[in-house]
């Protein structure tokens, strides 16, 4: 179940990114414009279906969405690795629709962190730099640089092969940056790496991106990564955008049901009357500040208070707690009100916390409450 703590730590990781050392940009950002962008594989299977989008210079901006939703086409596409059926992309303000890959100023770091193995860290970083022909006083001078920043130490002499997981993920984001692209694509880069290690590299990421003020497209399945990491985000589905916004936009207020559910909203109910701001549902009849003209309901979990006693007041509904998982700053709760089932989740700080069997009174803010869209 997500809840606000994970917003707030988001809005935390990125005010902390910001209030790090600055630095020098390596060169200036650039925006990107997708327009009408469409792309098919075979017959049946539509990737892209007419994408609009525009990044702007110098973002973390994150594409989001399960798998075969269409992320990693786009991010692709934006790379030059595939070509769209039809629709127009510019990088900077320049029309790169048919530039091949080596003549975009675009680097991809990759999940498999695609280095290698047999070489020393400082040969990894240099590679590609070797390869467009810079003086070996100017490549040692640029690979320096790049480990000094990245803080990769002792490191630069080692063999690949013999870093943990976490290292070579930076020094695959290192070798990216050396070559001081417009932009960054970032495919899942994160997702092989065990918990800690991954929370630990999102803010090193982030740090890295806000100190260069460069723009990062990042491409993720993850919606807690997403919410920390992201200026903004990109919903997809089927090929489709379905929502872009700020983190804490995406996830207060969903634009239709399917983001709603994919940022792990479960409390979703069908209105089926209206009278004013007073809604009919499955619950209940609830008001809601500002209802809107969709069919469905959506209560975040976070909004709920649980009370003792009965209810005593309009948005107060009975309840049975039929589940709790107990999980240190918070508390998750499976709530049975009447035929209906509902989620909702306590912080635990200086509460009494209900106990599975007890009876207690749900009580939701009308300013809370949010009407979408199937």
């Known amino acids: 179940m997500t809840d606000s703590l994970t917003l707030d730590t988001g809005e935390a990781s990125r005010a902390a990114a910001q209030q790090t050392e600055s630095a020098e940009p390596t060169r200036e950002a650039s925006s990107i414009e997708m327009q009408g962008l469409h792309k098919r594989f075979g017959r049946d299977t539509v990737a892209l279906d007419g994408v609009d989008l525009v990044i702007e210079a110098g973002e973390f901006f994150t594409l989001l969405g399960p798998s075969g939703c269409g992320k990693t086409t786009l991010l692709r596409i934006l790379a030059g690795l595939e070509e769209a059926d039809d629709g127009r992309l510019a990088i900077g303000g320049r029309d790169v629709t048919e530039t091949p890959p080596h003549k975009r100023s675009v680097n991809t770091v990759f999940q498999s962190y695609a280095l290698f193995p047999h070489l020393s860290v400082r040969e990894n970083l240099a590679f590609g730099l070797k390869m467009r022909g810079m003086p070996p006083a100017d490549r040692e001078a640029r690979v320096a640089k790049i480990a000094e920043f990245i803080h990769l130490g002792d490191l630069v002499d ?83 955008i379905q929502q872009v916004g700020p983190p804490r936009e995406v996830y207060e207020h969903p634009a239709n049901a399917f983001v709603a559910r994919f940022m792990g909203h479960d409390n979703l109910y069908p209105i089926s009357a209206r009278d004013g701001d007073r809604l009919t549902t499955p619950l209940g009849v609830l008001s809601a500040e500002a209802a809107g003209e969709g069919g469905l309901l959506l209560i975040r979990p976070e909004t709920l208070d649980l009370l003792p006693g009965e209810p005593a007041g309009d948005n107060q509904l009975p309840a049975t707690v039929s589940e709790r998982l107990y999980r240190g700053s918070h508390a998750e709760y499976r709530l049975e009100v009447g035929e209906s089932t509902l989620q909702a989740t306590l912080n635990n700080r200086g509460r009494h916390l209900p106990e599975v069997g007890d009876r207690v009174t749900v009580r939701v803010a009308p300013e809370d409450l949010v009407t979408l869209s199937e």
């Open 158 to 240: 080692r063999r690949v092969d013999q870093l943990s997981g976490g290292q070579r993920q930076r020094i695959a984001l290192a070798r990216a940056l050396v070559n001081e692209p417009d932009v960054l694509l970032l495919d899942e880069p994160l997702s092989a790496l065990d918990a800690g290690l991954r929370s630990q590299l999102q803010v090193e990421l982030l740090r890295v991106q806000k100190r260069l003020g460069m723009t990062f497209v990042f491409v993720t399945h993850d919606q807690q990564e997403a919410m920390v990491m992201s200026d903004r985000i990109a919903v997809l589905n089927g090929g489709v």
